[in-house]
T-cell receptor, first 116, second 111 residues
Framework: GAVVSQHPSWVICKSGTSVKIECRSL??????MFWYRQFPKQSLMLMAT?????????EQGVEKDKFLINHASLTLSTLTVTSAHPEDSSFYIC????????????FGEGSWLTVV | DAKTTQPTSMDCAEGRAANLPCNHS???????VYWYRQIHSQGPQYIIH???NNETNEMASLIITEDRKSSTLILPHATLRDTAVYYC????????????FGEGTQLTVNP
């Protein structure tokens, strides 16, 4: 299957600072990437859908000014959590749609964010 | 997207087949059935998907009923490493089509 990689795997940041998480499709070009958030013992919640070269589409209740998504190339999307607070601590997971496999979606390893 | 219903949890003995059911009675004609699993603290892993025919790959088999209202994921010889949450999701197979996760089934493979 296709490979999607996230970086960093885990990050600790101070409250009020911003942190960026990168998502790369390593062996395919991804027109569409998706960002999810997962709190402990809960299922994945879709935050936004990003299309290369255009603005991301955010799910209801997700603040677009707080969670900045950039999809500047067909292999890279970034999620920036701005002015992070402890309640933003979560597992963030990206995924990418691969047309070569009938638009099957593949996921990254996830990034743990802890805001202290 | 059509909603799916899965049992909350299941147990399976190591070496036995694990059969995970999923109901998707409101599935549309152009929606596929996808299965993913998530091992603790990792990103979801794609397993298999199908439209109406049964499918098999190196990981599992997918059996879809003729009316497409339900399906079963079969892990033929479960191992301890198959312990995970398994998600059944229906989705149109276009690039912008999202995956919406339910609660899934926690499969525990016991020695």
């Amino acid at each position: 299957g296709a490979v999607v990689s996230q970086h960093p795997s885990w990050v600790i940041c101070k409250s009020g600072t911003s942190v960026k998480i990168e998502c790369r499709s390593l062996d395919f070009q991804a027109t569409t990437m998706f960002w999810y958030r997962q709190f402990p013992k809960q299922s994945l919640m879709l935050m936004a859908t990003s299309n290369e070269g255009s603005k991301a589409t955010y799910e209801q209740g997700v603040e677009k000014d707080k969670f900045l998504i950039n999809h500047a190339s067909l292999t890279l999307s970034t999620l920036t959590v701005t002015s992070a607070h402890p309640e933003d601590s979560s597992f963030y997971i990206c995924s990418a749609s691969w047309t070569g496999s009938g638009n099957t979606i593949y996921f990254g390893e996830g990034s743990w964010l802890t805001v202290v | 997207d059509a909603k799916t219903t899965q049992p909350t949890s299941m147990d399976c003995a190591e070496g036995r087949a694990a059969n995970l059911p999923c109901n998707h009675s409101t599935i549309s004609g152009n929606e596929y059935v996808y299965w993913y699993r998530q091992i603790h603290s990792q990103g979801p892993q794609y397993i298999i998907h199908g439209l109406k025919n049964n499918e098999t790959n190196e990981m599992a088999s997918l059996i879809i009923t003729e009316d497409r209202k339900s399906s079963t994921l079969i892990l033929p010889h479960a191992t301890l490493r198959d312990t995970a949450v398994y998600y059944c999701i229906v989705r149109v197979a276009t690039s912008g089509s999202r995956l919406t996760f339910g609660e899934g089934t926690q499969l525990t493979v016991n020695p």
